[in-house]
């Protein structure tokens, strides 16, 4: 496997054609009710004026081209990637996955506090070879041009790419549909993956059900009473990306500040952030992701995931399990998250921690608590 340097360089055209549509958006009819109908139309025009004339994308591409950055041909697939060699006695190899309406950038804060930890008032022992690639069909990755690429495949894409880099034994890592592509990652290559770390289960996560297996508990009925409500009253967005992707593509592709509309109400919904984002994410951090959006045209891209993710979800038969050791942060503002009987009918958790502050996206909310959590389960199984 060859591996190219890779540097972001967006073009003025694109920032001048970003400033124009920004100036020229029509805005919609809306009811000034906050964000109980979607995105609450005046922190969307503050947000959009932030974004023409105060943002600065130049200064954000200088800071995220200091990432080492490259991209490889995996399976076909051109994928950009980070790959940051750690800091200490013996570094340890561990791919972190990031989810929807993310990008590699959700790692960003993270990466220094697991490659050199020393540098951060931790043990150099614990330190990591770490490895962020983008998914296929975001960011910087090449978009997939068939059906087929869930996270099932992505996984086997995952495999092969650690296998190119030298790195025969590894760790994974993800939230969201990092935590799908971890879990068949660890199911699927059993022999390389020495553990996974998982800030959230799958919401198509499934175990084994009915004759033979154990009957559901209190715990694990009430919880799926609890996601059937979320379900309800907060996936509607998941339901459109599961089945007519390509028909929302057309609007958010030609809209950034329908774009931004679409992905922020997800950053605030699922924040640790007590209904106001900005208590989570500076404008820079949340523009900064929107804007990789919408330069590299993938939003169609990525919200196919979700068709492929529900044509093949992560659903498990009387018999099988993933074998390598589960270790997983529950964070407060999490999604549904099941209980942990509901877990080991599959995984074998080694480790379970309620944290104390931190929601869906754990890496940008909390990211020394969350790296804490990866040295300290990883630290028995580098051996």
């Keep these: 496997m060859?591996?190219?340097?890779?540097?972001?360089?967006?073009?003025?055209?694109?920032?001048?054609?970003?400033?124009?549509?920004?100036?020229?958006?029509?805005?919609?009819?809306?009811?000034?009710?906050?964000?109980?109908?979607?995105?609450?139309?005046?922190?969307?025009?503050?947000?959009?004026?932030?974004?023409?004339?105060?943002?600065?994308?130049?200064?954000?591409?200088?800071r995220l081209n200091r990432m080492p950055q490259f991209t490889a041909e995996v399976g076909g697939t051109k994928i950009h990637f980070v790959h940051q060699r750690g800091q200490g006695p013996n570094t340890f190899p561990l791919i972190l996955t990031h989810g929807w309406p993310g990008s590699f950038i959700e790692m960003e804060r993270i990466l220094p506090l697991l490659t050199d930890p020393g540098a951060h008032g931790a043990d150099p022992a614990d330190a990591f070879d770490v490895v962020v690639p983008s998914l296929p069909g975001y960011g910087?990755?090449?978009?997939?041009?068939?059906?087929?690429?869930?996270?099932?495949?992505?996984?086997?894409?995952?495999?092969?790419?650690?296998?190119g880099l030298?790195?025969?034994?590894?760790?994974?890592?993800?939230?969201?549909?990092?935590a799908s592509v971890s879990t068949w990652l660890a199911f699927r290559f059993p022999e390389r993956v020495a553990g996974v770390h998982l800030n959230f289960i799958p919401g198509s996560f499934l175990p084994p059900l009915?004759?033979?297996?154990?009957p559901l508990t209190p715990e694990e009925t009430a919880f799926r009473a609890t996601a059937a409500a979320w379900i309800d009253a907060e996936?509607?967005?998941g339901h459109i990306q599961g089945t007519k992707p390509q028909t929302l593509a057309a609007a958010l592709a030609d809209s950034p500040v329908g774009l931004a509309s679409w992905i922020v109400e997800k950053f605030r919904a699922w924040s640790d952030c007590?209904?106001?984002?900005?208590?989570?994410?500076?404008?820079?951090d949340l523009l900064t992701n929107?804007?990789?959006?919408?330069?590299?045209?993938?939003?169609?891209?990525?919200?196919?995931?979700?068709?492929?993710?529900?044509?093949r979800p992560v659903h498990f038969a009387a018999g099988e399990r993933v074998l390598p050791p589960?270790?997983?942060?529950?964070?407060?503002?999490?999604?549904?998250?099941?209980?942990?009987?509901?877990?080991?009918?599959?995984f074998t958790v080694d480790r379970w921690t309620e944290m104390a502050r931190g929601g869906h996206f754990a890496a940008m909310e909390a990211p020394e608590l969350l790296a804490g959590e990866i040295r300290d389960f990883f630290r028995a199984l580098r051996r």
């Design 326 to 346: 589960l270790g997983l942060a529950h964070f407060p503002q999490e999604l549904p998250m099941p209980p942990r009987s509901w877990v080991e009918r599959v």
């Design 210 to 214: 009915g004759p033979g297996q154990p």
């Design 2 to 62: 060859q591996t190219k340097p890779f540097t972001i360089a967006i073009g003025d055209d694109q920032l001048q054609d970003l400033s124009r549509r920004l100036r020229d958006a029509r805005w919609p009819d809306a009811l000034d009710v906050g964000w109980d109908y979607g995105t609450e139309p005046a922190f969307l025009r503050r947000l959009t004026d932030y974004w023409q004339t105060g943002f600065d994308w130049r200064a954000q591409e200088a």
């Design 166 to 178: 030298g790195y025969p034994r590894f760790g994974a890592q993800g939230g969201d549909w990092g």
């Design 290 to 311: 929107i804007s990789i959006y919408w330069f590299t045209n993938t939003i169609g891209s990525s919200m196919r995931l979700y068709r492929e993710g529900r044509l």
């Design 140 to 163: 910087f990755s090449a978009r997939p041009t068939l059906p087929g690429c869930g996270p099932h495949h992505i996984a086997g894409l995952w495999a092969e790419l650690m296998a």
């Design 235 to 237: 996936a509607g967005y």
């Design 274 to 284: 007590d209904g106001e984002v900005e208590r989570a994410f500076s404008l820079d």
